[in-house]
T-cell receptor, first 115, second 112 residues
Framework: GAGVSQSPSNKVTEKGKDVELRCDPISGHTALYWYRQSLGQGLEFLIYFQGNSAPDKSGLPSDRFSAERTGGSVSTLTIQRTQQEDSAVYLC?????????????FGPGTRLLVL | GESVGLHLPTLSVQEGDNSIINCAYSNSASDYFIWYKQESGKGPQFIIDIRSNMDKRQGQRVTVLLNKTVKHLSLQIAATQPGDSAVYFCAEKDTGRRALTFGSGTRLQVQP
């Protein structure tokens, strides 16, 4: 595709429900990142996938958060038993490789509101 | 309304003036620095990057300066235009990680 796409663009859910957020990276990009942007804040790293390597989960805030990447392309971020403090914009980014200096291209984000 | 940047520092400039946005970082192991622009309702958009072995890099109307001695990064925008109005984030990456660490952002307002 032309860029990173994310769905849904907006999600409103009730406290305690599970949500799934989807990211489609740029075609051919092997590295994929999830970030969270809370109100008035910069971006906070959540998880990183590179090819077939084990993901870097060091940024996940709790065990309610998980992510997977199927077939080395599409990724799904799952938040179980959502809490109000999970309300944020969830951003996905991808890069062409794992050299470390590649530009991260971001999607438009999913705006999650937990009531 | 858009939730990004309600409590951000704001820089207001007149159209046509030059803008300078500053960023301080603390990690001496950072080896790669990027400036992103984020408009309301959109994801961050890459502007320019610089590696730690450089102290200046120029793009179209933008210049990034890196001072590793004082751990300071700046973004200069020449002839600022109304379309430059956005929140600007600096980001850094250290040698041991792939993920970026973002600053809290600066809102640039361009007055016509």
């Amino acid at each position: 595709g032309a860029g990173v796409s994310q769905s849904p663009s907006n999600k409103v859910t009730e406290k305690g429900k599970d949500v799934e957020l989807r990211c489609d990276p740029i075609s051919g990009h092997t590295a994929l990142y999830w970030y969270r942007q809370s109100l008035g804040q910069g971006l906070e790293f959540l998880i990183y996938f590179q090819g077939n390597s084990a993901p870097d989960k060091s940024g996940l805030p709790s065990d309610r958060f998980s992510a997977e990447r199927t077939g080395g392309s599409v990724s799904t971020l799952t938040i179980q038993r959502t809490q109000q403090e999970d309300s944020a914009v969830y951003l996905c980014a991808s890069t062409a490789g794992g050299g470390g200096w590649e530009t991260q291209y971001f999607g438009p984000g999913t705006r999650l509101l937990v009531l | 309304g858009e939730s990004v940047g309600l409590h951000l520092p704001t820089l207001s400039v007149q159209e046509g003036d030059n803008s300078i946005i500053n960023c301080a970082y603390s990690n001496s192991a950072s080896d790669y620095f990027i400036w992103y622009k984020q408009e309301s309702g959109k994801g961050p958009q890459f502007i320019i990057d610089i590696r730690s072995n450089m102290d200046k890099r120029q793009g179209q109307r933008v210049t990034v300066l890196l001072n590793k001695t004082v751990k300071h990064l700046s973004l200069q925008i020449a002839a600022t235009q109304p379309g430059d109005s956005a929140v600007y984030f600096c980001a850094e990456k250290d040698t041991g990680r792939r993920a970026l660490t973002f600053g809290s952002g600066t809102r640039l307002q361009v007055q016509p």
